[in-house]
């Protein structure tokens, strides 16, 4: 079991500590096995990161049963996720069971019965949880296994290696990685013969605590709590030495010898980035210095164009890690930090709780397995817009260290040359759109999340709209930023959803927005815009929001009368 995790005794005393919970979430789990262990563990690892778990767990072996009856307790109980285990086990007996001359077809006719389960639990409202199996060989056909098709060991690879398909053709299933577990801890910690034998307990408690922490990744993800930013320390992190006293020439990076685990690093944050996390550096060096590497050694895989911020000078790591998280406008709670230096972590820790910061091993070779292992980054989704994060964070900088020569807001605002782009959902814009739900925490009026069938659902009703703002100035295109989903209730227009990104928060966006929301509720003959705010531990910041846009609080809602409304003072120009 990994180090920092607790072990599975901690997690059992975890649910009767009554410990607080900032949500509540409900779970149903099936399995093809004994479960009440990965229960416990699924709870006690929820219980000690500010959740609880309302789980109900279907009676033994009862899969099919559970998912597919309408009238199940499974069903009945209304679950937002289902979670299955298929055991490697079972789906062996299954095979065993099947006629030879149809063992050849044997994967393809359990993955469409994954997507089954996948439709079943779409049609509840669910989102579906699925293992993947943990790898074997059965021994019948040796190595030979894997060229013959009618091996079990083959069609369970085969069955493995298709489920990325499964889940790509139904957006509310999401695979959790056993194979991953496995393959850090090898078989021997997966199951424990003896207790397989006496008791159908596929999983041992070994692992578990592993296992729990995947799937609540997973689901915290889909709940749009992720990280989002790595900042890095240079020396002896990024690279080997310290380059102001080493000089360029001399720092340990590139394929060879010592340089080898901090390229390994490199690469690791190199995709990252190429992925959509936001890569910043915050360094205790002269700065021209410290970009030196970048800019010059060849050996160097990221460059100056791969970090969002760059903060290489002698204040300590606190007050940096501060002004990154002002420029980048996202919460503490999103960002990670690597550093070689237990001091310097240990002060970040301190005056800074919420970032994350790994205890780096001493070993630099180990500095990429150990990170690896600890599944920071996890995502429930991927868009086309990731990949140009970091240049728009790029972009933020600038406007940031622009403003300090205006005198005022309204100069500094005017001089963007801000223009919005508004637009409805489309196939373009769908995948975006259903992103930014799902990992806007902040600026989030009622915190839904929407996958894209549920967007596509919503829209589909007549009396449905859905607006996308994007918005691009002299420094470059922020893309999309704000999101609202409107429904009309006769003459009122109820704001269903307000999202918009932190990036462009003061910038007057609100004003347009809201401008743009009166124009399109009047336009079908609405008189009052209804609002509805409701508070999670991250959505602070818009608590005031409907009061500031001169809304009024009546029966648990915000009101506005639009009947002689005065279109809100904006210095963004609205694209034709």
Not at 10 to 22: E, S, V, Y
Not at 340 to 368: I, Q
Request: proline letters at 3%; glycine letters at 6%; charged letters at 20%.
């Amino acid at each position: 079991m990994h180090p920092s995790l607790p072990d599975f005794n901690r997690l059992k005393k975890a649910i009767k500590q009554n410990l607080p919970a900032t949500k509540t979430i409900r779970v149903a789990l099936a399995a093809d096995s004994a479960s009440q262990f990965l229960c416990t563990a699924l709870q006690g690892y929820a219980a000690l990161h500010g959740l609880k778990l309302d789980l109900y767990e279907a009676p033994y072996n009862q899969i099919g049963l559970q998912v597919f009856n309408p009238a199940s307790e499974l069903n009945d109980f209304k679950a937002k996720y289902i979670i299955l285990f298929e055991s490697t086990q079972h789906l062996q007996k299954h095979f065993y069971h099947t006629p030879l001359a149809e063992r050849g077809d044997f994967a393809q006719h359990h993955l469409q019965q994954i997507g089954d389960y996948a439709e079943a639990a779409q049609r509840n409202g669910a989102k579906l949880i699925y293992y993947n199996f943990t790898d074997t060989n059965d021994g019948v056909f040796g190595n030979f296994a894997t060229n013959y098709s009618r091996s079990f060991p083959a069609q369970l690879r085969l069955l493995n290696a298709r489920l990325t398909e499964v889940a790509s053709q139904h957006k509310n299933m999401f695979v959790v990685d056993l194979l991953s577990i496995q393959s850090r801890y090898g078989q021997a910690a997966m199951i424990d013969p003896k207790v397989y034998i006496q008791t159908d307990m596929v999983l041992g408690t070994e692992i578990l605590p592993s296992v729990a922490k995947l799937t609540l990744d997973t689901i915290a993800a889909i709940e749009g709590t992720f990280k989002k930013c790595l900042i890095l320390d240079l020396d002896n992190t990024v690279w080997g030495g310290i380059i102001g006293d080493d000089g360029l020439n001399n720092i340990q990076v590139g394929g060879l010898g010592a340089g080898k685990a901090f390229t390994q690093l490199q690469q690791w944050a190199k995709e990252l980035k190429n992925r959509g996390i936001i890569l910043c550096v915050a360094s205790k060096n002269t700065e021209h210095i410290a970009m030196e590497p970048f800019e010059k050694h060849p050996d160097m895989v990221l460059r100056m164009e791969d970090i969002s911020v760059f903060m290489a000078n002698w204040d300590n790591k606190v007050k940096n890690i501060q002004r990154i998280q002002e420029i980048l406008n996202i919460g503490f709670d999103s960002m990670v930090f690597v550093d070689d230096n237990p001091f310097e972590r240990n002060m970040v820790k301190e005056n800074l709780p919420a970032v994350t910061v790994p205890e780096l091993p001493e070993d630099p070779s180990l500095y990429l397995d150990y990170l690896l292992s600890l599944n920071l980054f996890e995502t429930a989704s991927v868009s086309d817009n990731d990949e140009i994060r970091t240049h728009q964070y790029r972009q933020e900088a600038k406007r940031v260290a622009a403003q300090q020569y205006f005198e005022n807001e309204d100069e500094y605002l005017k001089s963007l040359d801000m223009v919005a782009t508004v637009e409805g959902l489309t196939d373009f814009n769908l995948p975006r759109v259903a992103q930014l739900t799902q990992r806007s925490n902040q600026f989030n009026l009622r915190t839904e999340r929407f996958t894209e069938e549920e967007m596509l659902h919503f829209s589909k009703d007549s009396n449905n709209s859905i607006l996308n703002f994007q918005l691009a100035d002299k420094y470059g295109d922020h893309g999309l930023i704000a999101i609202i989903m409107l429904q009309q209730q006769g003459k009122e227009m109820f704001i269903n959803n307000w999202i918009m990104s932190c990036r462009v928060l003061k910038r007057g966006m609100e004003n347009f927005t809201l401008n743009t929301i009166v124009s399109t509720a009047k336009s079908v003959g609405c008189t009052v815009l209804k609002g509805e705010y409701l508070p999670t531990p991250k959505n602070g910041i818009v608590e005031n929001h409907y009061a500031d846009l001169g809304f009024t609080f009546t029966d648990n809602y915000w009101t506005l009368n639009i009947t002689d409304y005065t279109p809100l003072k904006t210095f963004i120009e609205k694209k034709i």
